[in-house]
């Protein structure tokens, strides 16, 4: 078992280099604890979903750099990153992730805005008079 290991997770425009570390299950963002980094506490559980999904809440410690998108983002690129090194941990648990859905990459993105209209739908009221 290695001393450290790194995966990167991505979500919207977010990116999260994670870091996992065997410990006692501190979470560190950006050199922040989490809960002073992601301010709900729904982003907290996000972040934590697949380390409670493996029951391994408490065996590692983990830091992350996030970076662009917003919160939400930011908390789903972290959940992939995590899951990802959990996976280079032990082999064992992909199944048990990828049936949880957290080693799938969610390939939503935001549609760009049109020329000749006011955003990526919506269009001006039409006047025919």
Known sequence: MAD???ATGRRKTSIARVWLTPGTGV???NKQPINEYFRRQTLELIVRQPLEHVGQLDKFD???NVD???WSGQ???MKLGIA???VKVDERLKKQLRVGGFLTRDSREVER???GQKKARKRFQFSKR
């Open 68 to 70: 662009g998108g917003g």
């Open 4 to 6: 450290k290991y790194y």
């Open 84 to 86: 990802r090194c959990l």
């Open 75 to 77: 908390a789903g690129a």
């Open 27 to 29: 979470i560190t963002v």
């Open 62 to 64: 983990i830091h992350a």
């Open 113 to 115: 805005k049109k020329y």
